[in-house]
């Protein structure tokens, strides 16, 4: 009889499993990111950030718009290129395409539900580590939060997001998928863009209809 | 498909929406605003003392979103806590316990409400103690804050049996402990200059608390003066990311309790004073065994006209109990002194030439 630490453990493992299969990496040429499936004839949501173009031009590194030399590997180990269908720096989204049918896909849920003080799991690459798993609970959201730009919608997470978790995505306890890992503001509190953000960008981007989950 | 998990995440922000009507958000400093706690629903509320920089025009924000202003009932900085008081109010106490029961492992949650809503952050207790010696400098800076001079705690040889005259070898280690203290005064009255341009208090934040809860949740900015809250919703302590670098603390409610008690009836905390200056040494075999403890307190400087210069203590007194409470070190000696205990003539066991006497020291006042 397992006791309840035990089933703990057990059910969070069931959400990670699930969660892998829509779990994929975005490479754009230099560096990885993660990225989620959205609908499984192909449509896959990351940052923007991971899907740009990197540029030298005097000091440092910049991004110049969408990169066109994007990779996505699959959770199968399946190798794509993607086509950039929407691209959005501000929100700091982008929608990818590529040409597969029948992908896994997680539930879409609403983040207009998520409260301060629920559990929530992260899935990306860290540091280039596949699939790493990190949890806890959400800190708070809002579009006003301490050391974050006023005007956009953000989650407030304290779990460990890294560099390779951006793109990924973020679940509940129940599996379903209420927000893209987006940035850390310290090793203890990392951002999420809502879901519902991503679903008025697909809609904006791509039609009245394409937010919605079918 | 997963029971368990749904329900403790449904369960801890439920507690977080109910705790949370007790966190008010505290407007006292330039920068980010910090959290506070209802006390009584009569107006009392309890914040951190280094998020109130200023003493008036404070602002307090309601769960409801309303604003009321608050004047503040007086600072503590040892425990980091100041009471503050808002009139008029709708004000919802939460349920305080103590933290006896608390043990290390146990699932707490740190509440904040910096912005308009209140905001949650998980972790376990780390360690529940007494101690905070884990951490040289914050012990330092503790020692500085009273007065006392602060050093290294070196390795002092036993002292000789048959105690004084003092042998040369122990009168050196004691010339050298006076240098080292005087050196640290030094150091120390430089560093509170330093400190004193930094904060508008002037003052360390480094406390000195004979009881704390630590843990691991994150101090997400603004948190400071927080709830730590436990799985059944019970306030379990005052949260502060001031008392120790990088280390999450919570004062506890009886703590908190004792100081909101004092502030309400006097405005500010009495610090005990006794004007001495000591470090702790290893006691002979023979007295420890007598004494049933290894080391005591060398008296390194007495102040004239002190408390401790009225009773009697002389320099190279080893002090082995304090009202007979016995005192290893000199956290032991500060936190009995902490303890309210101004004008209370209290029996001092000290060692002087190897033989134990007693004397009765009247505690005075840190001015």
New interface residues.
Partial sequence: MANLLQQLNAEMSGVIESGWRSLVRVGNGEGAGAGTIWHKDGLIITNAHVAAKRVYRGWGRRTSGASQELKVTLADGRDFMAKVLAFDEENDLAALAIEANDLPTIEVGNSWVVRPGQWVLALGHPWGVHGAATSGIVIGKGTSLPEMPPGRDWIALSLHLRPGHSGGPLLDADGKLIGINTMITGPDVGFAIPVDTVKSFLRQALGARSGEVV | ??????Q???E??????TA?QSVVRVEARRR?PASGVVWSADGLIVTSHHVVERDENITIGLPNGQSASATLVGRDPNTDIAVLRVKDAQLTAPNWAGTDDLRVGHLV?ALGR?????????GVVSSLGGDISEDAEAVEDVLIMRGFPSFEIPDVPPMPPGGFPMPPMARRSLERAQERAQRAQERAKGRGERRGRRWSQGGSFAGRFEQFVQTD??M???FSGGPLVDAAGQIRGINSSALMRGISLAIPTPVVRRVVETLQSHGRMRQGYLGIGAQPARLTPALAEQFKQETGLLLVSVEPDSPADKGGLLLGDVIIAVDGVMVRTLEELLALLSGNRVGAEVPVLVVRGGQSQELLVTIGERK
């Fill in positions: 498909m997963s029971d368990v998990l749904k403790v995440s449904d801890m922000a439920q507690m977080v929406e949370g980010l949650l910096p912005g308009q809503f209140v905001q949650a952050t998980l949740v994150a997400y900015p603004g």
